[in-house]
Structures are given as structure tokens and as C-alpha cells.
């Protein structure tokens, strides 16, 4: 701040630290990383609160960790992989190709790792974030693009009484011990999600026993992971020809998408309720294929539609109930007690070491984005919003209230590609508009709140069909593609190719452009703030 003839403060838009601060360093941040400089921009920092690049592929290197899409489908469109050495690659593998990105891109020299931005907070006087970082330091950025992944934080609470009374050994997928000698261990894995799914066929055959702990039973499909031979690596160094195969299995998805969010919710209702009931039937098929035991097969058989939750694929789960040494206990759990686990049957069982695979607090979930996480405009505060009026935004990056910031992974933007083709369309968004705005010399940009409810209206009329689908017809099972507001904010209905178009053609005239210009004052006229609008291009 200066000070102006009469002794009181004026407001100083001296420069911030950075241009550009990108929140994350996982695909999002890479993505944006490397659109920032493809659009000529360089003075950006990005914030990791990691040791490396990578996100959830850095943090977690548990057994059995691989993707669970085709390779050639989970990798960038700017940086194919012909190298891929499985269809389904290894978690190491794909850590490695997101640091050769970052490394083949120049990002290196933008990162800082370590940091844990802890809160941001919207400085009208400079028109700038201010970035709150874990240890007290503060850094200022023009424009902020929050790159932060789906699942932000592991559960590190499962919500179950006695966790701190275990005296064994936890184990949780995003920090596990390699070191920790599993042979012959008694070993209890809590939840049947992704990451269980992968871990128990993985130390099955190590453990002396295995029990697994399941509230709800998960789709688990059989997925044959083939090593890619070295002629099909060659074949895939054809150019155009692996984006010609996921672009064919995009419009697949994309026209899924559109004929669920387009048809009458009185052709909806019924096909949703066909196609649930006969996918439930051809999975107890599935099971009686693989799981000898009839017990175990009844307690693995859902009661919902194949994508009310997250679906899985993974061989060996399923034939791990027919080990020995593999138990499935569906009993609910009371409590953890010092040497295991107790059931509300009032069994307790000793175990050596506890697996929490309980899952992560997501995107999606309100409850995720705690009040003075983001405080923009007027002392908009994102997570009392959230909170008050549902999860929204523009094209699922922008609000009105938040100026000069993009989120990447934000309400209903999830459009059933892979994870890179989503997240490069929205790093696509934000660096357009932060590019726009630098050619105009605006300091402030923001999108328009009519434009912006407008969009809400429609994407949430699209998604009927889902919470539909989510809330009425499987209401009954807890799932993070329904958040606590009974809304599918994960997932955007609109489809794919509609979503590309959103961010990469959105009009400039939705956004307001705008430079904070300070009055000049007198000794009897307190200051005053007045915007100049930069003219919209012909």
C-alpha cells in the first residue's frame, strides 16, 4: 500500500511473485504446465506438496498398484507412449512416464516441491491470490490454477471406534511400508475398493492369512494384462494411430452420454432398471465361474447397477476367495481393538497388520472444501458455498466470485474419457482465458454470474438421468459418484465432445475483463476504486 495526500492508504497493484501459480503437480498440473508454455507463457511457479511429480502415481506404491484403463487410453495427447510394457501398465511404470513429461516439457524448472499450500485468499486491493503455505510463508500469484487431483486426501479416519488402539501394524495404500516383511503375517484388509481390489490377489500368496473386510461388494471384472510385445510397441509408433483408437472409444462414451442425458427420463426409468437387473444376473453367473464357495460367492454379489460405484477390474480378486487362506467377512466391524478387529457378532480376530484401504476425500463432496480453504470476493467462501448451494461452476473451472482462478477438477467435470484427456481440456480452459487476458493487459478476470448460472441450469437439467440412476434407483449404496447433497457432481453428462468445445471455444464474452485503475484523491474525497472494461475483440 502507498499513501495518498490525505494520509490514507490507496490501493497497490504492484506485481505479484508470479504470474501464474499452478496448485499441483499430478496430471492436472502437468497439463497445465505444459499448455503455460506451449501459449508463450513462462513466469509461473508450480506448488507440489509432494517430493516428485505424479500425484496419486507418486504417493502410492503399494502391491499390485497398475492403471485400471488401457494404457494408450491414460497417457496425454501431446506426449503418446508407445512404450507401454502391459496393457494395463504397472503403478512405477506410470509414475516414470509423468516424470519423463514433466522432464521432456521443461517443467523441472517451475516446480517446488514440499509446499503445502494450506489456504487461498483473493487480495481486492492488488488484485492477486494470496497463497497461505504450510510453515507461514505467503506467495502472491495473478492468476492461480488449482490442479488439485480427484482424491485430495486419504481417510486417515475410517470411522470406526478404537483405531488408536491397534498395537500391529497399519498399513494404508498412499503410504505404504515396502520394508514391512508380510510373510506368514495374519493380515486384514478394510474396504473392496480400487486399491483392495489390487493389494489382495497381490500378497495373498505371502500372507499366512487374509481376511478381508467388505460393508459393500464392488463389480470386479476379470482384466487380462498382457506384456505388449516389442512389434506392437513398433505397430504403435504409427503416427495418428493411437489417437485414432481412443478416439474411437471416446465416441462410444460420448454417445452413452449423450443418449442417457437426452432421452426422456419416461424411457430412462425403465432401461436403467433392465439393464441394472440383467448386469446383476450375468455377474452371479460371472461368480459361479470363478468363486467355488457359495457362501462367499452370495456375500460377492451386488445388489446395485455396474456403475453406481466405482466398477473394478482385476483377475485375481476374485479367484483370491478361493485360496485357503483368503477369508471374506461381511460381518460389520464394531471396533478396532489392540490386537485386531472386533464384528458386531462380538468376534474378535488377531491380526498382525491392518490394510485401511477406506478411500479419499473427493472432489465432489462438499464436505471436501472446508470453510477459509478459498475465501474470493466480498468474503465468498468456497466451502460455505459448496455447502449452501451445491457444488457449480462454469464449465465446471470458474466462479463469479473467484476472479483469476481455474480449477481443474472441478463439479461435474468428469466426462468418461481418460483421466489426461479430461484435464488437458480443462488446463486448455484456463490457459486460454489467462492468455486472454495478458493480451488485453487486464489484471482481473472473472466469469460473468448470468453466464455462469445459465451453464448450472443446463448441466444440471442434463443430469437427471444420473441422480436418477444414483439417488432413487441405487440410493441404497454408498458411493462417491453421489455426494452427501444427493447430487452426481462427478461426473459431467454432457459428454466428452461437447466438454472439448466448452473449454477450448468459450466465447471471451463470458468472462469480464477488467483493470483495478486507483481515482486520484483530495484532501476532502476519500479514495476510490473505478474499473476500466477492456473492449471485447470484434
Not at 502415481?57 to 494404457?71: A, R
Not at 466448452?502 to 471471451?508: A, D, I
Amino acid at each position: 500500500m502507498v499513501a495518498a495526500s490525505n494520509g490514507k492508504p490507496t490501493p497497490n497493484i504492484s506485481a505479484p511473485d508470479h504470474q501464474v501459480v499452478v496448485i499441483g503437480a499430478g496430471p492436472g498440473g502437468i497439463a497445465a504446465g505444459v499448455k503455460l508454455k506451449q501459449a508463450g507463457i513462462d513466469d509461473f511457479v508450480m506448488l507440489e506438496r509432494a517430493d516428485e511429480v505424479g500425484g496419486s502415481w507418486n504417493e502410492n506404491h503399494y502391491p499390485g498398484l497398475e492403471v485400471d484403463i488401457p494404457s494408450i487410453a491414460y497417457q496425454y495427447s501431446f506426449a503418446r507412449n508407445p512404450d507401454w510394457s502391459r496393457l494395463f501398465a504397472p503403478g512405477a511404470e506410470v509414475k516414470r512416464y509423468h516424470m519423463e513429461v514433466a522432464r521432456r516439457f521443461g517443467l523441472y524448472p517451475h516446480l517446488r516441491f514440499g509446499v503445502n499450500v494450506l489456504s487461498e485468499e483473493w487480495d481486492e486491493q492488488r488484485h492477486c491470490w494470496k497463497l497461505h503455505i504450510d510453515g507461514g510463508q505467503v506467495i502472491t500469484a495473478r492468476f492461480v490454477v488449482s490442479a488439485v487431483g480427484a482424491f485430495i486426501t486419504p481417510k486417515t479416519d475410517p470411522g470406526i471406534a478404537g483405531l488408536a488402539d491397534y498395537r500391529g501394524k497399519l498399513q494404508r495404500p498412499s503410504d505404504w511400508d515396502d520394508d514391512y516383511d508380510l510373510a506368514g503375517k495374519r493380515v486384514a484388509i478394510v474396504g473392496t475398493g480400487a486399491s483392495s481390489v489390487q493389494i489382495t490377489p497381490s500378497i495373498a500368496g505371502q500372507v499366512g492369512s487374509l481376511a478381508v473386510f467388505q460393508r459393500t461388494p464392488v463389480w470386479c471384472v476379470p482384466k487380462p494384462n498382457p506384456r505388449i510385445p516389442r512389434a506392437v510397441q513398433l505397430v504403435l509408433r504409427t503416427p495418428g494411430l493411437q489417437a485414432a483408437t481412443h478416439g474411437a472409444v471416446l465416441v462410444a462414451v460420448d454417445v452413452l452420454l449423450r443418449a442417457m442425458s437426452n432421452a426422456p427420463m419416461s424411457v430412462v426409468r425403465p432401461t436403467m432398471r433392465t439393464v441394472d437387473a440383467t448386469a446383476i444376473a450375468g455377474y452371479r453367473g460371472l461368480l459361479r465361474i470363478m468363486v467355488r464357495d457359495p457362501r462367499t460367492r452370495a456375500g460377492l454379489t451386488p445388489d446395485y447397477g455396474p456403475i453406481a460405484k466405482r466398477p473394478t477390474a482385476n483377475t485375481g480378486y476374485l479367484l483370491s476367495f478361493n485360496r485357503d487362506n483368503v477369508e471374506l467377512v461381511t460381518t460389520s466391524i464394531e471396533r478396532f481393538t489392540e490386537r485386531g478387529i472386533r464384528t458386531s457378532d462380538g468376534v474378535e480376530r488377531e491380526f498382525d497388520m491392518i490394510v485401511l484401504a477406506t478411500g479419499y476425500h473427493v472432489f465432489s463432496d462438499p464436505e471436501t472444501y472446508t470453510p477459509g480453504m478459498v475465501v474470493g470476493r466480498d468474503g465468498m467462501d468456497l466451502g460455505k458455498f459448496y455447502t449452501e448451494h451445491g457444488l457449480q461452476a462454469y464449465e465446471s473451472v470458474s466462479l463469479p466470485s473467484l476472479p483469476n482462478r481455474w480449477t481443474l477438477v472441478g463439479p461435474y467435470s468428469w466426462s468418461g474419457s481418460g483421466w489426461h484427456a479430461f484435464v488437458e481440456m480443462t488446463a486448455d480452459h484456463a490457459v486460454r482465458a489467462i492468455s486472454e487476458a495478458r493480451r488485453r493487459g487486464a489484471t482481473f478476470v472473472a466469469i460473468r454470474q448470468d453466464v455462469h448460472d445459465a451453464y448450472h441450469r443446463d448441466i444440471y437439467r442434463h443430469g437427471e438421468a444420473m441422480r436418477f440412476y444414483l439417488a432413487e434407483l441405487n440410493a441404497h449404496v454408498p458411493t462417491y459418484y453421489r455426494n452427501s447433497q444427493g447430487d452426481s457432481t462427478y461426473i459431467r453428462p454432457s459428454g466428452f465432445f461437447r466438454a472439448r468445445r466448452g473449454h477450448r471455444r468459450f466465447p471471451f464474452s463470458d468472462y469480464e475483463f477488467d483493470v483495478w485503475r486507483p481515482q486520484p484523491t483530495t484532501a476532502v474525497t476519500k479514495p476510490k476504486r473505478t474499473r476500466r472494461k477492456t473492449q471485447n475483440p470484434a
